[in-house]
């Protein structure tokens, strides 16, 4: 599967224009959702390695990419709710949900909510209230924030967006243990070993809260898997869908 060939296309949400790539498949559906500052290029090195098959979507996150990025405050519960009309606009209900770190904070906020998916699988994901608090007890959250601020900057994304993303999020918007109770799909955590970002210790507390959870610990990764080890996220994927090979 090449990036480059994806079909580019936009879904029009009443909070402006969502941008996607679109790889289309006969087999499952599985539709990507990028970290923060990122766009659907995130997924270039993984694609490479997925079967040609699969119908994929990859879509920027309002505020990023080719997506509008209207002014407005960026908490995920806007995320979720562009994402959320996307899903209906496409008619997607029935895809698998991917989400990389923020992308994967609104891929669970989104199973939260009474809306359908097939499964859910959450890479690295940022969101979860006892993150919060660890970092705000530490002293770093400032810190932290400019860093990830600096870091999108240098990656041509909008000021105002990245800094609403760190500075606007409401605590009604974290992951707790009460919401994540209520997703109801099959769900595959994957994590890389050595994260320092969203360590390895948060991905063992996704997998107590969301019931019947799979958690795959991806070797010689951080916080990229799909990035630094596209083969073993691949191999991870394709298990969870029961992916078999066509022939």
């Given at each position: ?17 969502i941008h996607f790539k679109h ?225």
């Open positions: 599967m090449d990036y480059e060939t994806f079909e580019d296309a936009f879904s029009y949400t009443s909070l402006g224009a790889h289309p498949g006969n087999g499952e559906k599985i539709i990507f959702l990028h970290g923060i500052g990122g766009t659907t290029r995130a997924w270039k090195r993984l694609m490479t390695y997925m079967p040609d098959d699969l119908d994929i979507y990859l879509v920027d996150l309002l505020g990023h990419g080719e997506s509008d990025a209207p002014e407005i405050d960026y908490m995920v519960s806007v995320q979720f709710q562009a994402f959320r009309e996307f899903v209906s606009l496409q008619n997607n209900g029935d895809s698998y949900i991917f989400g990389h770190s923020y992308g994967a904070w609104v891929a669970a906020y989104y199973a939260t909510q009474p809306y359908t998916c097939k499964g859910l699988i959450l890479e690295d994901s940022a969101g979860l209230n006892e993150q919060f608090e660890d970092l705000l007890a530490s002293g770093k959250a400032n810190k932290e924030r400019e860093n990830i601020l600096k870091d999108s900057l240098e990656h041509n994304n909008k000021e105002y967006v990245i800094r609403s993303m760190l500075y606007t999020n409401d605590e009604e918007d974290r992951l707790t243990s009460q919401m994540l109770s209520n997703i109801r799909r099959r769900t595959l955590l994957i994590w890389g070993a050595d994260d320092q970002t969203v360590p390895i210790k948060y991905a063992m507390l996704f997998h107590s809260m969301i019931k019947g959870s799979e958690l795959k610990i991806i070797q010689g990764a951080g916080h990229f898997p799909h990035y630094e080890q596209p083969e073993a996220t691949r191999d991870a994927v394709l298990q969870f869908i029961g992916y078999k090979a066509k022939g």
